[in-house]
């Protein structure tokens, strides 16, 4: 882990950062947002919102599902902005980033894990109650793929990998003959992520179900979410010749491209988070592409950079409050702070103004932080 602060900042993207704090403020309470205007206003329209706020039961697909593969493709789009050819370069000057990048992947391994058995609890001394797999942890192997593939090969290469991978899973799902269940079987018990999480992943699974949502086969699709950010990265630092607004246009066009071949290949392969299928990564994929040109438009190109910054404040320092949602009270410290004020409203009330309190608190460490140039990287 490293804490930058230095009087200068490196110029980002900062679409990038507003993006990537969008995505983390629904995880550090703002999900519950929407029942606080239901319980304040009776007006039922906000069940349909309060609904998106949630994990789909198996299949289909909710705004909540998007949050975390939307976080790694940013971590590619990230990577395709500076793309670095090492494969050319001597070895010596390659060790540095090579020792990052297996750093990096370690400490958020590590971290996961942590974040696994945080909320007051603690990881277990016995390593066969450890869970293993964690959302840090995919995104940690998501990313290295990604970068290795970035340093090796060109971009035609990246690109017939992210196809294959996508083929290939899809395939397994579809072909495999798992015991007592068959071949194509969809379910979280006869499902081929199933058997092979019951076969090779350590430990034990999310709440101990047959497979784990963060298992070891659904997170090789996942660096298909990572490449396609790597794609994208490439498309914005390149200059177009119809200039940014025609990027604009282009993106758009990709991203509803890929919601419609992914809802299409749910006919065969159900768009499915846990299981991470084909046509949920194309469908996440499309919507990932659609709110990044969204924000880039707004933030970088009609420049209302004002309007984004407390997204960008979270974005800045994502990774570490994430890890910190796992690890402190934040309720406590907001009952602390607000709770007079939380109870001296009227009853209707007091649900959202606890919610847009715990998030306050949060967001004012991160601005303290973001206002002193601390900017945790792992």
Not at 32 to 37: E, P, R, V
Not at 245 to 250: F, H, I, Q, S, T
Not at 309 to 317: A, E, K, M
Not at 319 to 330: E, G, K, T, V
Request: aromatic share 14%; with cysteine; charged share 10%.
């Amino acid at each position: 882990m490293e804490v930058a602060q230095a009087k200068v900042s490196k110029r980002r993207l900062m679409s990038l950062d507003a993006l990537r704090g969008f995505d983390m403020f629904w995880i550090l309470g703002g999900e519950a947002l929407f029942a606080g205007l239901l319980a304040l206003t009776s007006w039922q329209g906000w069940l349909w919102f309060d609904a998106q706020m949630h994990h789909s039961e198996w299949h289909g697909f909710t705004f909540y599902d998007l949050i975390f593969p939307l976080f790694i493709f940013l971590s590619g789009v990230a990577l395709g902005l500076s793309p670095k050819r090492l494969d050319k370069l001597p070895v010596a000057q390659r060790m540095p980033l090579y020792k990052h990048a297996v750093k990096r992947l370690l400490l958020l391994l590590f971290f996961g894990i942590l974040y696994n058995h945080g909320w007051g609890t603690g990881a277990p001394t016995v390593p066969g109650e450890v869970r293993y797999a964690s959302v840090l942890g995919r995104i940690a192997f998501a990313w290295f793929f990604a970068a290795i593939l970035v340093w090796h090969t060109s971009l035609r290469t990246q690109i017939i990998v992210m196809a294959g991978v996508l083929i290939g899973y899809a395939l397994l799902q579809l072909l495999f003959p798992v015991p007592g269940y068959g071949a194509g079987s969809f379910t979280p018990e006869g499902s081929v992520n199933a058997f092979i999480d019951t076969l090779f992943l350590p430990g034990i699974t999310y709440q101990n179900r047959p497979l784990d949502p963060e298992g070891i086969l659904s997170t090789i699709p996942a660096v298909a979410n990572a490449l396609a950010g790597v794609f994208v990265g490439h498309f914005i630092v390149r200059p177009h010749p119809k200039g940014e607004w025609a990027k604009v246009a282009y993106m758009l066009i990709a991203g509803v491209g890929f919601l419609g071949l992914g809802w299409l290949l749910d006919i065969v392969v159900p768009v499915n988070k846990d299981l991470w299928t084909s046509s949920f990564t194309l469908v996440t994929i499309g919507w990932s592409l659609i709110l990044l040109t969204i924000f880039y438009a707004i933030v970088d190109l009609l420049k209302w950079q004002t309007m984004a910054f407390p997204f960008v404040v979270i974005g800045c320092n994502a990774i570490i409050i994430y890890l910190a949602s796992s690890l402190i009270n934040w309720k406590f410290t907001a009952k602390g702070l607000f709770g007079g004020i939380i109870d001296a409203i009227p009853a209707a009330g007091q649900e959202l103004v606890a919610v847009i309190s715990l998030l306050l608190v949060q967001w004012l460490l991160l601005f303290w932080m973001y206002r002193r140039n601390i900017f945790i990287k792992v």
